[in-house]
């Protein structure tokens, strides 16, 4: 069901909003990637932080580090999956990542491990969170390794594709084994993080042309934050609460994005309007007197992202 969304900006106010979540999205999603997953993450021993901070240049690492949390972040906000992948950085160290295969006769001291830290939305997937964890963190481990053994590492396989768009479509996705690892919000979510120029791994440079050509994520909250505003004139939504169907207008709201801002960052954007989904356009009671987006939001608040 597709419902028409009564208050609506004017072309010129799109153009604004979405220079304003590229705003909000260049002064955060940095900072939030390093506090949630590098350095600054709060829970890390200090020789755990420091050998983070160590490991930044070594992109092959992060490739592998990153691909875990998003592996077990499928929803792309999960506090447990990313304190999990950083638990077991310090638990079992740069090896773990490097030479997996050195692990497959721990794995059940590996999962046991994570068990006690994960906390997947099983309720989702219809599956115990025990198979899930086993299915996630194993299959993490044989994929590095049967890639690497094929490819070299995760560097070379991936940078053999000439920008994001084409490592997400014709790589990621079509990969019999990451396909199967990551639903594609999580492959955006990862193609975001390890291509874009503002981030570490940068697997294509710093070559600003390559951020027109990343994808956006357009998760649950970033529909409702569009929704809400006023962006989008019209969004799929469950008939009952109207929660947004996010999967329904990705390539929508990417196409909308492109045209009102072609000369903007479309993962950025997203971020932004992520951040504001997470920080203030709450579900219920949502808080518009404080949201950097109050001056321009029409406040159709009746979406929902769940």
């Not at 002064?27 to 200090?46: F, G, H, M, Q, Y």
């Not at 491990?113 to 086993?134: H, M």
């Not at 940078?159 to 019999?176: F, M, Q, V």
């Not at 649950?220 to 989008?232: E, S």
Request: charge should be positive; aromatic fraction near 12%; include cysteine.
């Amino acid at each position: 069901m597709r419902k028409k969304i009564n208050r609506q900006l004017s072309n010129s106010e799109r153009k604004e909003l979405l220079k304003e979540l590229e705003k909000i999205g260049v002064e955060n999603a940095r900072k939030d990637l390093e506090s949630t997953l590098l350095w600054e993450s709060p829970d890390l021993r200090d020789e755990t932080k420091q050998e983070l901070r160590k490991l930044i240049n070594d992109k092959e690492f992060l490739l592998r580090y990153l691909l875990l949390a998003a592996v077990l972040d499928q929803q792309a906000e999960s506090e447990t999956a990313r304190k999990t992948a950083r638990k077991l950085f310090e638990q079992y160290g740069y090896e773990f990542f490097m030479k997996p295969e050195n692990y497959f006769d721990k794995i059940y001291e590996v999962i046991e491990f994570a068990l006690k830290i994960y906390e997947p939305k099983t309720r989702v997937i219809r599956i115990s969170k025990e198979g899930i964890t086993f299915f996630r963190i194993g299959g993490f481990m044989l994929t590095v390794h049967n890639i690497s053994n094929k490819y070299g590492g995760l560097y070379n396989y991936f940078s053999k594709y000439n920008n994001p768009r084409a490592l997400l479509n014709e790589g990621i996705l079509r990969d019999p084994l990451l396909s199967g690892l990551l639903y594609e919000k999580a492959a955006r979510l990862y193609v975001g993080w390890i291509t874009h120029p503002m981030l570490y791994v940068k697997i294509f440079g710093d070559d600003e042309r390559i951020r027109s050509s990343i994808p956006m994520v357009v998760d649950g909250h970033v529909t409702k934050v569009l929704a809400r505003t006023g962006f989008l004139d019209k969004v799929s939504v469950e008939k009952e609460r109207n929660i947004v169907k996010a999967e329904e207008e990705r390539k929508r709201i990417e196409e909308l994005v492109r045209a009102f801002r072609e000369d903007r960052d479309p993962f950025l954007i997203d971020y932004g309007a992520f951040w504001v989904g997470i920080n203030y356009c709450k579900e219920e009671n949502p808080n518009c007197g404080q949201c950097p987006l109050k001056n321009i939001c029409k406040k159709n608040t009746e979406f929902r992202a769940y």
